[in-house]
């Protein structure tokens, strides 16, 4: 999906997931549909809309997720990565300024993140860590995404994401960040470093699947 070889693997577990849910959608837990880099497949999601009603598509969703809607256009820096060392690093992004960013290709709209544990996942279920390397809730296997790139965490139905001293940086609404955690809202754009998500809660995700689904 985002570069690198884990593509196939990632898409039979997609597949796999989708297969549980369908044969168990009342019964199923949300933890449990969930591939080993935290996303959930977007078939499944579609068949979930066509089985329940919002209000209980929203108590099964349980959380917001972070839905994957563009590209910042730019290059990598590839340059001095001849070490195995270097090549186990961070590189940087340059956005290509004055260019907008383009519109989702077809496996970044399969990028959907429920802002939900693992089932076998370990920590703070309010805690919700986003990377590149195994070990984070959400996984990016990008070059572009640091180890440990940001963490968001969940107070009381609010939602609040900080930066972990990113290589490329994250940003909400375009604006980067620092430390400092910042509320999210519904409907918030935030990239991790050339990837863009839309902040959606249970309710706006059914909206824009429905409409998908019955057209």
Same mark, same amino acid.
């Given at each position: ?97 004055? !260019? ?5 290709? #077809? @496996? *970044? ?6 802002? +939900? ?78 990837? !863009? ?5 249970? #309710? @706006? *995700? ?6 998908? +689904?019955?057209?």
């Amino acid at each position: 999906m985002f570069g690198l070889k884990k593509r196939q693997k990632m898409d039979a577990e997609d597949n796999l997931a989708v297969g549980r849910s369908q044969a168990n959608l009342r019964l199923g837990d949300i933890s449990k549909m969930l591939n080993t880099s935290g996303r959930i497949a977007l078939p499944t999601l579609e068949k979930l809309v066509e089985v329940y009603q919002k209000p209980d598509f929203t108590k099964f969703m349980e959380q917001a997720l972070l839905v994957g809607s563009s590209i910042q256009s730019g290059s990598l820096n590839l340059r001095k990565r001849a070490s195995k060392e270097a090549m186990n690093r961070t590189v940087i992004f340059e956005v290509n300024e004055g !260019e907008e960013a383009s519109s989702p290709s #077809e @496996s *970044l709209k399969h990028a959907i993140y429920p802002l +939900v544990k693992a089932e076998y996942a370990t920590g703070s279920i309010s805690i919700f860590t986003i990377g590149r390397v195994d070990g984070n809730d959400m996984i990016m296997p990008d070059y572009a995404i640091s180890k440990q790139h940001a963490i968001l965490e969940i107070k009381r139905d609010n939602y609040f994401i900080r930066d972990c001293g990113s290589t490329n940086g994250t940003k909400v609404n375009g604006k980067r960040l620092d430390k400092k955690p910042v509320q999210l809202r519904d409907g918030d754009v935030i990239g991790f470093a050339r990837y !863009e998500f839309s902040l959606l809660s249970p #309710e @706006s *995700l059914y909206d824009m699947l429905s409409d998908s +689904v019955h057209t």
